[in-house]
């Protein structure tokens, strides 16, 4: 059974305090560390590291992590400006899409997309103030229910490529990742929001995820399984990392 323990932890530096959570996970293998659009710092490592090692790769990181922590910063007033409002755009499969709203005598918010916009009734009860937190759900729900149904298509193809299939498919809100598979498990769990991405990209999540399911590490076998399955794979990587701000939503 998959064991995770998460934590605040903070390192003393000579500019400053850095905070951090901490991730221990039973089947991590080595230690990892990212820091999200949000300038939020993570570490990810298995039970066995003791907490000095882990401070250690952190201050082994800094400069890294101070660099990661500004680029946050400065795209801190571009994520502030998004918001579910009337104009605004937000992806869906790799394209753009405005948003148009309309006020009306029903009971429950309404959300029509036909492919140029999005089409959102609110009900004229609700307040200005609330409006916008009412379009998130009905957003976050539309983009759930769409994941469901596109990423399950998109893992029963490529599961008959590969020769693999899962026992156990998870479509979840993560924060920092788009995938993870537990091998011993043979589960893979996926980022409902990688369906804000093109198509391709989604297949690469996909793919790289079964892959796990016959290799568990990165290692040069596993990449090979993924060329061989999408050629052009580090495109689809590419595209994550130049798009990513768009790929948060408010």
């Known amino acids: 059974m998959k064991r995770i323990e998460k934590q605040r932890c903070s390192l003393q530096t000579k500019l400053g305090v850095l905070a951090f959570f901490l991730t221990r996970s039973s089947e991590r293998r080595s230690i990892a560390i990212s820091v999200d659009a ?22 082994q990181k800094l400069d890294w992590i101070l660099k990661r922590t500004k680029e946050a910063r400065i795209n ?10 009337e104009g605004q755009e937000f992806l869906f499969l790799g ?11 029903i009971k429950r918010v309404k959300l029509d997309f036909n492919g140029l916009m999005w089409h959102v009734t609110v009900p004229a009860s609700v307040e200005k103030s609330c409006e916008e937190e009412v ?13 469901k149904e596109i990423l399950g298509g998109r ?12 026992e156990k498919i998870k479509i979840r809100t993560l924060k920092r990742i788009w995938g993870n598979c ?29 892959c796990h399911l016959i290799v568990p590490s990165h290692s040069k076998r596993f990449w090979q399984k993924v060329e061989k399955i999408l050629p052009r794979y580090k495109r689809e990587i590419k595209w994550l990392k130049d798009n990513h701000l768009d790929m948060v939503l408010p």
């Open 76 to 85: 801190k007033d571009y994520l502030d400006s998004k918001k579910f409002a």
């Open 182 to 210: 537990a091998y011993n498990a043979k589960t893979i769990t996926l980022n409902w929001q990688i369906i804000l991405s093109p198509i391709a990209v989604v297949d690469y999540v996909v793919v790289h995820e079964l």
């Open 135 to 147: 379009l998130k759900k009905a957003f976050v729900a539309w983009y759930k229910a769409q994941a």
């Open 38 to 59: 949000k300038g939020v710092v993570s570490v990810y490592c298995p039970f066995f590291v003791k907490q000095p090692v882990v401070l250690d790769f952190v201050k």
């Open 95 to 105: 394209k753009k899409y405005k948003i148009r709203i309309d006020r009306k005598d």
């Open 155 to 166: 893992i029963f193809n490529y599961s008959r490529i590969l020769g693999v299939y899962p």
